[in-house]
Structure formats: structure tokens, C-alpha cells
């Protein structure tokens, strides 16, 4: 599977921002897709995942301001980000995975600073 994350970029605190990820190749072996990010000198970590049944998780620090989906039809996985903070600066990484393989997509940078 090939990933190919767009959307990233420069905005205000409190402004949003819809990261895409379009998958190409095996499609039909994914079954879980997710959004992860990493900030300088920090340990990637997952900031939401779906999975084929639509079965949603987000990390605490975003609920209720991150809204992931995806469209089957286009192959292509989103991330509605509102309400962005100082703290949500990082490079954003898509993630697939199923039938023992995982994939990743490289990263969309999102700086959020005044």
C-alpha cells in the first residue's frame, strides 16, 4: 500500500485544517488507518484511528476538536482538525494496516503559531 498524506501548513491558534491521505496499491488488505504525529524531540504518537468497520479512537488531547473519516469510494482517509493549539505543531504521518502489513505515508508538517 502507498500513502500519500497533503493538507499540512501554517495556521492560527484556534483555526483548521483537513489533512488527506490517499491510498493507492493493495487497498483491499486494509483494514485499520491512522493518523499519527511527531513533534521535534518527541516520540511519535497516535492521534486517531479508524478501523474498516468505522470504528473511531482519539487521543484524549484532541477529542471533541479532531474528527478522522474515510472515504472507501475515493481510498482516501481524512483528518478535520479545529480548534488547533501551539501544542498540535508536528509532522502528521498516515498509517495502514492489515493482512500483516503495515504501511506508512510520509509526513505533512502543521505549525500552528501566531
Same mark, same amino acid.
Request: with cysteine; net charge positive.
Given at each position: 500500500?502507498?500513502?500519500?498524506?497533503?493538507?499540512?501548513?501554517?495556521?492560527?491558534?484556534?483555526? %483548521?485544517?483537513? +489533512? %488527506?491521505?490517499?491510498?493507492?496499491? %493493495? !487497498?483491499?488488505? !486494509?483494514? &485499520? $488507518?491512522?493518523?499519527?504525529?511527531?513533534?521535534?524531540?518527541?516520540?511519535? /504518537?497516535?492521534?486517531?484511528?479508524?478501523?474498516?468497520?468505522?470504528?473511531?479512537?482519539?487521543?484524549?488531547?484532541?477529542?471533541?476538536?479532531? *474528527?478522522?473519516?474515510?472515504?472507501?469510494?475515493?481510498? *482516501? $482517509? &481524512?483528518?478535520? $482538525?479545529?480548534?488547533?493549539?501551539? /501544542?498540535?505543531?508536528?509532522?502528521? &504521518?498516515?498509517? *495502514? &494496516?492489515?493482512?500483516? !502489513?503495515? %504501511?506508512?505515508?510520509?509526513? *505533512? +508538517?502543521?505549525?500552528?503559531?501566531?
Amino acid at each position: 500500500v502507498q500513502l500519500q498524506a497533503s493538507g499540512g501548513g501554517l495556521v492560527q491558534p484556534g483555526g %483548521s485544517l483537513r +489533512l %488527506s491521505c490517499a491510498a493507492s496499491g %493493495s !487497498i483491499f488488505s !486494509i483494514d &485499520y $488507518m491512522g493518523w499519527y504525529r511527531q513533534a521535534p524531540g518527541k516520540q511519535r /504518537e497516535l492521534v486517531a484511528s479508524i478501523t474498516s468497520g468505522g470504528r473511531t479512537n482519539y487521543a484524549d488531547s484532541v477529542k471533541g476538536r479532531f *474528527t478522522i473519516s474515510r472515504d472507501n469510494a475515493k481510498n *482516501t $482517509m &481524512y483528518l478535520q $482538525m479545529n480548534s488547533l493549539k501551539p /501544542e498540535d505543531t508536528a509532522a502528521y &504521518y498516515c498509517h *495502514t &494496516y492489515g493482512l500483516g !502489513i503495515g %504501511s506508512w505515508g510520509r509526513g *505533512t +508538517l502543521v505549525t500552528v503559531s501566531s
